[in-house]
């Protein structure tokens, strides 16, 4: 990929971040993610596109609304970085091609699934269930094909269905939400089988070890549940760049 083309996906990347940050805002309130235009969460004003511009509004504006003067959460930058820096990373690996495309689309409904999982403990059907049926109709131009595709959804759910079920018996409380479910579900679709062990493995081996630094630094609700969303987000990313390899670490096959 020559560098023009890389600071064009760059750009494209901090565009749709932004359009990240209005479906993580209001998605879980039920809001259109198209009409009205952005306004400021505070007092209201609608935001001007000049300062809508992704990343260097924010540092224009020094973190402020222009008008009530109330800072914006760097939450809003940061995800418009980080769509900006995978989109890259998916191209920079997969070349621009049909894949690219699905894997796209699929890493962006994960980073706003994360994102709300974070601040509202849920991860919205329009997300998970929304996977499931790209993951199927977009596998024509996957490496697995329409028929583990569908064989991965299926264990995807399976799998985390029965953790639930017995997690149930054994602890006798929800150990494992129905939105985990339902993504895992939906990562399956686009990864198929090997995909959802590899997520299953890792989400839980990240898990493990950034819950064991949380309570090192004092930062971890032990009463509260943890938001798994995020850590089978990262595991599936992961997947797509050493996925193959790593699997063959882990399960020797
Ligand atoms: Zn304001």
Request: hydrophobic content about 55%; charged content about 10%.
């Amino acid at each position: 990929m020559n560098t023009l083309t890389a600071i064009f996906v760059f750009l494209f990347g901090l565009i749709v971040g932004s359009f990240l940050n209005v479906c993580i805002y209001r998605i879980p309130i039920a809001k259109s993610i198209v009409y009205p235009p952005s306004a400021c969460p505070y007092c209201g004003t609608p935001i001007k596109w000049y300062d809508n511009i992704p990343v260097i509004s924010y540092i224009f504006l020094k973190g402020k609304c222009r008008h009530c003067k109330h800072p914006i959460s760097a939450i809003y930058p940061t995800i418009e970085l980080l769509s900006a820096t995978v989109s890259l990373l998916i191209f920079l690996k997969y070349g621009l091609s049909y894949q690219s495309a699905a894997f796209l689309v699929f890493v962006y409904a994960l980073i706003v699934g994360s994102f709300i999982d974070i601040k509202y403990y849920i991860i919205p059907d329009r997300i998970s269930l929304g996977l499931i049926i790209l993951g199927i109709s977009f596998s024509y131009f996957l490496p697995i094909g329409l028929k583990n595709s569908i064989i991965g959804a299926a264990s995807g759910f399976l799998i985390l269905y029965l953790v639930a079920i017995f997690g149930k018996i054994a602890f006798k409380k929800d150990a494992m939400g129905g939105g985990d479910i339902k993504l895992l579900s939906g990562i399956g679709a686009f990864l198929g089988i090997k995909g959802v062990f590899f997520t299953l493995l890792f989400s839980s081996f990240l898990g493990s070890i950034i819950g064991i630094v949380l309570i090192l630094i004092g930062k971890k609700h032990i009463t509260g549940r943890l938001p798994f969303g995020p850590y089978l987000s990262l595991a599936a990313f992961a997947y797509l760049f050493f996925g193959q390899w790593l699997f063959m670490v882990i399960y020797g096959v």
